[in-house]
């Protein structure tokens, strides 16, 4: 599959433990997202990066989130201090072509439950 | 600051039968418009652009900038239709989307 890679699929965690997520962008695809998604709702943009660069980050993203790209190909998504409102499933996405009607290219992404 | 909004959480029709599923969005700007789809157990997949102005599996949207609407329509629904449709709104220029919450589309035999 040389689709959107994410790991863990599913992640149990306490509240006040750190848990870190991957996403495997589809090889030479520059930008990569970050998104959360609740029950019933679209999902929702945390950050993005073009190549290593993050751009832009939501005001969702306090200050327990932090994400990085350190050499433009694979990202982490951490949260410290995990609370019980972080459950939710993340989603990464990647494109390659960041112009006009951009195309993403979504993850099955990781559900993390804060017990 | 841009909204979408997707007013029909379910929508349920006979195979055969014309389907829209809306979609109005808020933006003060130039936007570009989607609709993603996602099948039952797959991921969030691109359906189309409004930039493309393509039909895909016999589903058409017009981006109509006087009503600030992109309904999603097929003239008539196929039970592989049956998922959950998200409009999304990209602001020109920028990176994020602003995605609704989704329609649930079934088609009955």
């Known amino acids: 599959d040389t689709g959107v890679s994410q790991d863990p699929r599913h992640k149990i965690t306490k509240r006040g433990q750190n848990v870190t997520f991957r996403c495997d962008p589809i090889?030479?695809?520059?930008?990569l997202y970050w998104y959360r998604q609740t029950l019933g709702q679209g999902p929702e943009f945390l950050t993005y990066?073009?190549?290593?660069?993050?751009?832009?980050k939501s005001r969702l993203l306090s200050d327990r989130f932090s994400a990085e790209r350190p050499k433009g190909s694979f990202s982490t998504l951490e949260i410290q201090r995990t609370e019980q409102g972080d459950s939710a499933m993340y989603l990464c996405?990647?494109?390659?072509?960041?112009?006009?009607?951009?195309?993403?290219?979504f993850g099955s992404g990781t559900q993390l439950s804060v017990l | 600051a841009q909204r979408v909004t997707q007013p029909e959480k379910l929508l349920s029709v006979f195979k055969g039968a014309p389907v829209e599923l809306k979609c109005n969005y808020s933006?003060?700007?130039?936007?570009?418009l989607f609709w993603y789809v996602q099948y039952s157990r797959q991921r969030l997949q691109l359906l189309l652009r409004h930039i493309s102005r393509e039909s895909i599996k016999g589903f058409t949207a017009d981006l109509n900038k006087g009503e600030t609407s992109f309904h999603l329509k097929k003239p008539f629904a196929q039970e592989e239709d049956s998922a959950m449709y998200y409009c999304a709104l990209r602001g020109s220029g920028a990176g994020k989307s602003t995605f609704g919450d989704g329609t649930t589309l079934t088609v009955k035999p």
């Open positions: 996405a990647s494109s390659l072509d960041p112009g006009l009607g951009e195309k993403l290219f």
């Open positions: 933006y003060s700007g130039s936007p570009e």
């Open positions: 090889s030479e695809h520059n930008r």
């Open positions: 990066f073009q190549n290593e660069a993050q751009l832009e």
